[in-house]
């Protein structure tokens, strides 16, 4: 019910729904299209992913390569990773945030925070 008594144009709502809903769509396509970088070892490691969080690349520079020492070398891998979807969960929030405000609150994808 609206204040003052009066009922709800279903219709427009619908329409606002719908809009909401294309926008929505518009922006996930665009996220997973999108790619956002994460670096690591002062830029040895460098994972990439999209706004939608897939991994795409893994640039590892050959001095980070020290066959004695492969944990080292993993960290590096995981904490780019990391920071590339850090990145990407930002990248979200700037895109559909304000979009899943307009849907009443949380946006129904996993992993964002809102």
């Known amino acids: 019910m609206i204040p003052g008594g009066g009922q709800p144009n279903m219709q427009q709502l619908l329409q606002q729904a719908q809009k909401m809903q294309q926008?929505?769509?518009?922006?996930?396509?665009?996220?997973?299209?999108?790619e956002v970088d994460g670096q690591a070892g002062g830029g040895l490691v460098?994972?990439?992913v999209t706004g939608?969080?897939?991994?795409?690349a893994l640039k590892i520079d050959p001095k980070a390569v020290d066959p004695e020492d492969t944990e080292t070398l993993a960290d590096l891998?995981?904490?780019a990773?990391?920071?590339?979807?850090?990145?990407?969960?930002t990248?979200?929030?700037?895109?559909?945030g304000p979009l899943a405000q307009g849907?009443?609150?949380?946006?129904?994808?996993?992993g964002l925070p809102f």
């Not at 990773?81 to 969960?89: F, M």
């Not at 849907?103 to 996993?110: E, K, M």
């Open 81 to 89: 990773v990391h920071a590339a979807n850090e990145n990407a969960q």
């Open 46 to 48: 460098t994972a990439t």
């Open 91 to 96: 990248l979200q929030q700037q895109k559909l």
């Open 23 to 34: 926008d929505l769509a518009r922006a996930q396509e665009e996220l997973a299209q999108t």
């Open 52 to 56: 939608a969080g897939e991994l795409r």
């Open 103 to 110: 849907l009443g609150g949380g946006s129904g994808i996993p």
């Open 77 to 79: 891998v995981i904490a």
